[in-house]
């Protein structure tokens, strides 16, 4: 196991690098790019060039991207070219921000996507099941800047008790919440109860579940301390899966409600080429996308005997 | 110093008493200019204009249109029907961009900010009429060629220093230096000219200091517009240390003569201005004012007024005002505006440096049909030339129309016989509407063999090449006047001529009609700048429209600038 942890960790930390690499080459290849990005577009060659030599832009790309590493190391994530101040300072507000809109959604739509997963796969083919599979399946196939208007329609135009938008401008108001986690749930929840519906319906039908009701064990017990158990196996990756989706798939919901998180300021730096804004959200991105990756195989290995001494 | 004779009557001539009661010793135009409204010549809306500019009191003004018969005193306060309560906080959806240089400010967003501490010499009123402000009076000379500005006293400004001549001569010299990069610097032509490197500056003695609270500008030749120039978004006022003896960056050292100081300012997310002392000025009910960014989606605007989590809008979309009418606590402003969209050419970019392109594409537009699809008919259609109906200069040229045998024929002297595809940018800047704009354009030429590709990116992408782009669809704003515009934009070399034009001819077409201050001359004068530039088919312009704001009932006196210029000293709250 440990054997494993250490190799996953490894390769981590290599995709994470190459990645890293790439996000760098596109952002960071074309010096003057990078000045026009900083100086605006009313700067002319001379001063361009000016800024490439003076701020070292000048060197090898290799040794700059090594530089920047370590710079990302010691906490340095560069100058905001919207903000006007140095990246950390909006960066870490922002991804806490995210942290709590995905954190309040995690926990919610984890809740309401197992309970519903498992009445579905209980009884498969039931009134129960095809009832909860079409809604799961429509709310899913329902983008999140559909919901956001539909919801925004209802609570806040029609009947007027929910803020219209969560920029929680003077200081955190978890009614504010209330809209952003509703579309993020509705969304987000169908996808891991089809893939607990499934695999509770794949164990509902194996020998052992069989052997327990043939043998007269109350169908409450069966379902709580046999089956659950191994039918929440599979839905652990998607969960973990979730949590990445969680942070960089929030821009829309973010956007539509005015809500001060990482997701529009990767958005709003991508749109103004706010280039140390987007490396730092890229990355960030990219660590908590292979972070929760190997947390899922490893949690995967963990749980699955089969997987583990194979 | 400069022989100031220019500016007083000649003294040897004899006022008669009748002149001087139509304002003859404030300038030798006024009673012509009296004379003009009483015979029809010109409306109440461009004698008070007219006579504003020309250094009339503003109270003198109002009571001499009443009394030649311009019409009854409408405009008047807007608060003067009810008693105004002083207190609140205004809380306006409104994008929080960086402040740092006024001189530098590209957007209306940021000057709203900074309007509440830094302060300008003359203010345009909703009505479009500029009346004194941090300067109570001016004076031009006959030849329009020197201006003199005569400062409030006892103006401080937050620091405690007093404000002088020598913060203005301070700000507009750095407007002159290209160094600033200040869009001024072709606003204010007049002053400016080009050095041994091609490169723009102020001329020598522009800007002279005559005592602490009189300022002389000395112009190498006419301009009409000069106090209405002083109020533009960048064209606050600063301190004389700003950029000097402290960094030029108002975020970071708010000074100003406004009442209001920066209590937190966070860009994206909020700016906080609370009233710190007295305005100088009169009354300003308003403790704090708010500005709260919910981002780039409009709906967030309308949802935040919607959920009384703001009392006003920046601005409503057009995409919004039935949503707004739904609401029963809301009151809509409109503004008949000269705001527009250009799809302006490059000229020196091919193909668009084909004169017979250019006119073939511009033949084939339907202005009517783009204003009733694209902007539901709210506002006036446009006729390729930048000047609107509503500038006091605007003169009719014989009306356009949609012509696709004639487009035709000029895209086969032009060599695209076979047709041609060519690309628009467009960016979104003001809505969605300006794609709608594009798609019905993209029919309208499809007949005559050119296919348009609308080529649709971010707003914020636009703004980096809007000014490069072959062919793109440019929101610009509102100006009081419309040689204010093509001045800005058209004249050859200045820093916001997208196009890329150099007519000398039309440059010297518009040097003429700055210099002439007869309403109904300048408006002959302008007949040729507007045919130069619909002959020369450089911006194909579908429609004016208007501008919309939301308030909550109970902000009171609130009203929409049409370019969207806060002005807040007459809101007030009513519980």
């Given amino acids: 196991?440990?054997?494993?942890?250490?190799?996953?960790?490894?390769?981590?930390?290599?995709?994470?690098?190459?990645?890293?690499?790439?996000?760098?080459?596109?952002?960071?290849?074309?010096?003057?790019?990078?000045?026009?990005?900083?100086?605006?577009?009313?700067?002319?060659?001379?001063?361009?060039?000016?800024?490439?030599?003076?701020?070292?832009?000048?060197?090898?790309?290799?040794?700059?991207?090594?530089?920047?590493?370590?710079?990302?190391?010691?906490?340095?994530?560069?100058?905001?070219?919207?903000?006007?101040?140095?990246?950390?300072?909006?960066?870490?507000?922002?991804?806490?921000?995210?942290?709590?809109?995905?954190?309040?959604?995690?926990?919610?739509?984890?809740?309401?996507?197992?309970?519903?997963?498992?009445?579905?796969?209980?009884?498969?083919?039931?009134?129960?099941?095809?009832?909860?599979?079409?809604?799961?399946?429509?709310?899913?196939?329902?983008?999140?800047?559909?919901?956001?208007?539909?919801?925004?329609?209802?609570?806040?135009?029609?009947?007027?008790?929910?803020?219209?938008?969560?920029?929680?401008?003077?200081?955190?108001?978890?009614?504010?919440?209330?809209?952003?986690?509703?579309?993020?749930?509705?969304?987000?929840?169908?996808?891991?109860?089809?893939?607990?519906?499934?695999?509770?319906?794949?164990?509902?039908?194996?020998?052992?579940?069989?052997?327990?009701?043939?043998?007269?064990?109350?169908?409450?017990?069966?379902?709580?301390?046999?089956?659950?158990?191994?039918?929440?196996?599979?839905?652990?990756?998607?969960?973990?899966?979730?949590?990445?989706?969680?942070?960089?798939?929030?821009?829309?919901?973010?956007?539509?409600?005015?809500?001060?998180?990482?997701?529009?300021?990767?958005?709003?730096?991508?749109?103004?080429?706010?280039?140390?804004?987007?490396?730092?959200?890229?990355?960030?991105?990219?660590?908590?996308?292979?972070?929760?990756?190997?947390?899922?195989?490893?949690?995967?290995?963990?749980?699955?005997?089969?997987?583990r001494f194979k | 110093m400069k022989d100031r004779k220019v500016l007083s009557r000649d003294p040897r001539r004899y006022t008669l008493p009748s002149e001087r009661a139509l304002g003859a010793e404030t300038h030798s135009y006024l009673p012509e200019l009296c004379d003009q409204l009483k015979t029809g010549k010109i409306n109440r809306r461009d004698f008070l204009r007219q006579a504003a500019l020309l250094g009339m009191a503003t109270g003198t003004v109002y009571a001499m249109a009443d009394k030649l018969g311009g019409g009854s005193g409408i405009i008047g306060s807007a608060v003067a029907d009810e008693m105004p309560k002083a207190g609140g906080t205004l809380r306006i959806s409104m994008r929080v961009q960086e402040m740092t240089d006024p001189a530098s400010f590209d957007w209306s967003e940021k000057a709203n900010v900074a309007r509440l501490m830094v302060e300008y010499l003359t203010r345009t009123k909703s009505d479009n009429v500029t009346v004194p402000y941090l300067a109570h009076k001016w004076e031009a000379s006959d030849d329009l060629k020197t201006w003199v500005f005569h400062l409030n006293q006892g103006i401080t400004w937050s620091n405690g220093d007093a404000f002088t001549s020598a913060d203005v001569a301070h700000t507009v010299n750095r407007w002159l230096d290209p160094a600033t990069g200040s869009s001024n610097l072709g606003l204010f032509g007049a002053m400016v000219e080009v050095g041994e490197d091609g490169q723009k500056r102020g001329i020598a003695n522009a800007v002279e200091v005559i005592d602490d609270h009189t300022i002389q500008f000395n112009l190498k030749q006419a301009a009409l517009a000069m106090p209405e120039n002083f109020y533009n978004y960048p064209t606050a006022i600063v301190h004389r240390g700003f950029g000097a003896d402290y960094e030029a960056d108002l975020s970071a050292n708010p000074i100003g003569t406004g009442a209001f100081e920066l209590a937190e300012f966070a860009i994206g997310e909020k700016a906080i201005l609370r009233k710190a002392r007295d305005w100088w000025a009169g009354p300003f009910y308003l403790d704090e004012v708010h500005y709260y960014d919910h981002g780039e989606d409009t709906n967030a605007w309308v949802a935040a007024l919607a959920s009384q989590q703001v009392d006003g809008l920046f601005r409503l979309p057009n995409s919004a005002i039935e949503a707004a009418q739904a609401l029963p606590f809301v009151?809509?402003?409109?503004?008949?505006?000269?705001?527009?969209?250009?799809?302006?050419?490059?000229?020196?970019?091919?193909?668009?440096?084909?004169?017979?392109?250019?006119?073939?594409?511009?033949?084939?537009?339907?202005?009517?049909?783009?204003?009733?699809?694209?902007?539901?008919?709210?506002?006036?259609?446009?006729?390729?030339?930048?000047?609107?109906?509503?500038?006091?200069?605007y003169a009719a040229l014989p009306p356009l129309k949609r012509d696709i045998e004639k487009a035709k024929a000029l895209l086969a002297e032009a060599g695209y016989a076979d047709g041609i595809t060519i690309e628009i940018a467009n960016g979104d800047t003001e809505g969605p509407w300006m794609t709608d704009a594009c798609a019905i354009f993209k029919n309208q030429a499809a007949p005559a063999g050119i296919n348009i590709d609308i080529n649709k990116m971010p707003a914020n992408q636009y703004w980096e090449v809007w000014d490069k782009a072959p062919w793109g669809y440019t929101a610009w704003t509102h100006r009081a006047l419309g040689t204010m515009v093509l001045g800005l934009a058209y004249r050859a070399g200045v820093p916001w001529n997208e196009v890329a034009y150099d007519n000398p001819a039309f440059d010297a077409a518009l040097d003429d009609a700055e210099g002439t201050l007869d309403v109904e001359e300048r408006?002959?004068?302008?007949?040729?700048?507007?045919?130069?530039?619909?002959?020369?088919?450089?911006?194909?312009?579908?429609f004016w429209r208007s501008v919309f704001r939301a308030s909550n009932k109970r902000v009171k006196g609130f009203s929409t600038h049409p370019t969207l210029y806060d002005q807040f000293h007459e809101v007030w709250l009513d519980g």
């Fill in chain 2, 331 to 393: 009151d809509i402003h409109e503004a008949t505006t000269a705001q527009t969209g250009v799809m302006r050419f490059r000229v020196t970019e091919a193909p668009f440096d084909n004169l017979k392109l250019r006119q073939a594409v511009a033949a084939c537009m339907d202005h009517d049909e783009i204003l009733q699809k694209a902007f539901k008919g709210y506002g006036q259609i446009a006729e390729n030339h930048h000047v609107c109906q509503i500038h006091p200069e």
């Fill in chain 2, 523 to 542: 408006r002959k004068k302008m007949v040729l700048c507007e045919q130069i530039l619909q002959d020369d088919a450089i911006i194909p312009q579908p």
């Fill in chain 1, 1 to 307: 196991m440990i054997q494993l942890i250490v190799r996953r960790v490894g390769m981590m930390i290599l995709i994470m690098l190459v990645v890293a690499l790439l996000l760098f080459l596109i952002n960071e290849g074309d010096p003057t790019l990078i000045a026009r990005s900083v100086l605006g577009p009313y700067a002319q060659a001379e001063q361009l060039n000016a800024w490439v030599i003076e701020n070292g832009y000048d060197r090898s790309v290799i040794v700059r991207y090594f530089e920047w590493i370590g710079r990302i190391f010691a906490g340095d994530l560069g100058e905001s070219v919207i903000y006007k101040r140095p990246v950390s300072d909006i960066f870490w507000d922002r991804l806490g921000n995210t942290g709590i809109l995905a954190g309040v959604t995690f926990v919610i739509m984890v809740l309401i996507a197992l309970t519903l997963g498992v009445l579905a796969g209980m009884k498969e083919g039931s009134l129960q099941d095809r009832t909860i599979s079409v809604f799961s399946i429509i709310t899913t196939s329902i983008p999140e800047y559909a919901s956001a208007v539909f919801l925004v329609g209802i609570f806040v135009f029609w009947l007027g008790i929910l803020p219209g938008t969560s920029s929680m401008t003077s200081g955190f108001d978890p009614v504010q919440m209330i809209l952003p986690v509703f579309v993020l749930t509705l969304y987000g929840f169908g996808y891991i109860a089809r893939m607990t519906r499934a695999s509770m319906a794949e164990v509902m039908t194996t020998p052992y579940i069989r052997t327990a009701v043939l043998k007269g064990l109350p169908y409450r017990h069966i379902i709580l301390k046999h089956a659950l158990r191994n039918a929440l196996i599979a839905p652990f990756t998607v969960i973990m899966l979730q949590i990445n989706w969680l942070l960089s798939g929030v821009v829309v919901t973010e956007f539509a409600f005015g809500y001060k998180g990482f997701g529009a300021l990767l958005l709003e730096a991508a749109l103004r080429r706010d280039i140390f804004v987007i490396e730092a959200c890229g990355v960030a991105a990219v660590f908590v996308a292979v972070f929760t990756q190997t947390v899922g195989d490893l949690g995967y290995t963990y749980l699955n005997p089969r997987i």
